[in-house]
Nanobody
């Protein structure tokens, strides 16, 4: 079965950086669309970044220029490098996998999430 495991979250000060990882098993992940999402108790789930099977990337306007999505095919792992973190970036971050990017927001395969907290 497909399994996605996020890691790398933590607590940082504003302006700090974190790199999230999403390790995939049970699938050759690089042929799929994968995405990072985040969710808080006060907001609906938000698409943060998407990595397409053709290598294309897209970002939410709120994170563009600060976050970078990438992959390591050898390790079957997706990354989200987060720089210049802001308090509003605080959320539970999830990775998702689907065959098609058009439906990545409602993907069947999700990780358990990793918490990111940005505060002074």
């Amino acid at each position: 079965q497909v399994q996605l495991v996020e890691s790398g979250g933590g607590s940082v000060q504003p302006g700090g950086s974190l790199r999230l990882s999403c390790a995939a098993s049970g699938v050759t992940y690089n042929i799929y669309c994968m995405g990072w999402f985040r969710q808080t108790q006060e907001k609906e789930r938000e698409r943060v970044a998407v990595f397409g099977p053709d290598g294309s990337t897209s970002y939410a306007v709120s994170v563009q220029g600060r976050f970078t999505i990438s992959n390591d095919n050898a390790k079957n792992t997706l990354y989200l490098q987060m720089n210049s973190l802001k308090p509003e970036d605080t959320a539970m971050y999830y990775c998702a996998l689907d065959l098609y990017c058009y439906r990545i927001s409602t993907a069947k395969h999700w990780g358990q999430g990793t918490q990111v907290t940005v505060s002074s």
